[in-house]
């Protein structure tokens, strides 16, 4: 039995008193999910990528995505998520020289769901086409990779853009350009297709990189915020960055998914998961269930 509908078909078994628990599903619903891995280098301690790798795949595996948005991922991280998670195709490039070194915003979809018809990658610089390319007060290499997909399970065969990136954590003006650029190429790439974006944007609910993302209306493609779409009333404990501590979840929130308004949002959310004090990465992942309208 397939795992994302064996829950609710026990819930119906029970009886329908339970079903307001959760919305119904539709099989052409798409989960999305965007997580920051935190690169596998890194000197972690008993946070090493190789202590909780396999966390890590229970997270992603327990949500099931069928679009997955990764960040400070390394190219054997890639290939790991890849080979255990067998169902997900994966897509992405080393933010330094457009190969397979260096930290990538590897992306990750079902095989089964879509085929891939389109695919790239642009730096977040005044010269985007150019590998490795770095501009403003930029601290590092930053990146967008993209995928042009046709869902193969809508009646219609949909076509829907995948955007996945990650702004830098110093440059406070990279940020607001490195939004700006994307939102342009959002609208020079996609047009007027359904369009999905996940990151790390390393900037808070209200900053001018958020306002550019969700509030600008000066774009073709309007964007919205899926979390905050569905959760009105902020509240205290959205912080998305954990610093690998179960008991942090304050500070600002500044992993986010977005949509267009080609899709429902159904669920938003995020993902708290933590064992023995313990979380998969230093970022909480988010998550979302859209439908195309």
């Known amino acids: 039995m397939n795992n994302r509908y064996g829950k609710w078909t026990l819930l119906l078994i029970c009886g329908s008193v339970l079903a307001w628990l959760s919305p119904a599903l539709h099989a052409d ?24 790798r396999e966390f890590l ?23 790991y998520i890849a080979e255990q998670m067998s169902e997900l195709e994966s897509f992405g490039v080393g933010r330094d020289h457009g190969d397979d070194e260096g930290e990538m915003t590897a992306t990750f979809y079902g095989r089964d769901r879509f085929e891939q018809i389109d695919g790239g990658h642009f730096w977040l610089s005044e010269t985007p ?31 829907l853009f995948f955007f996945n990136t990650h702004f830098d954590h110093r440059g406070e003006q990279a940020r607001l350009e490195s939004a700006k650029l994307l939102r342009r190429m959002i609208d020079e790439i996609a047009g007027n297709s359904a369009v999905i974006v996940t990151g790390d944007f390393n900037a808070g609910e209200g900053s001018d990189p958020y ?46 998914i977005g949509c267009s308004e080609h899709w429902t949002i159904e669920e938003a959310g995020i993902n708290r998961t933590s064992r023995e004090g313990h979380t998969p990465s230093d970022h909480w992942p988010v998550e979302a269930v859209l439908r195309i309208n």
């Open 211 to 256: 306002r550019t993302m969700f509030v600008d209306d000066s774009y073709r493609v309007r964007l919205r915020d899926t979390f905050r779409e569905l959760h009105p009333d902020r509240g205290p404990e959205e912080g998305t960055f954990s610093g690998f501590a179960a008991e942090n979840p304050t500070g600002d929130r500044i992993d986010w």
């Open 57 to 79: 795949i229970d997270t992603i595996r327990e949500f099931e995505p069928d679009l997955l948005g990764t960040q400070e991922t390394l190219g054997f991280q890639k290939d």
């Open 29 to 52: 619903d798409v989960r999305v999910m965007s997580f920051n891995i935190r690169y596998g280098t890194a000197d972690d301690g008993e946070n090493h990528w190789d202590q909780r």
């Open 129 to 159: 086409d150019v590998p490795g390319s770095i501009s403003w007060d930029s601290s590092l290499t930053r990146m967008v990779s993209w995928l042009k997909l046709q869902d193969l399970q809508s009646e219609d065969e949909a076509e």
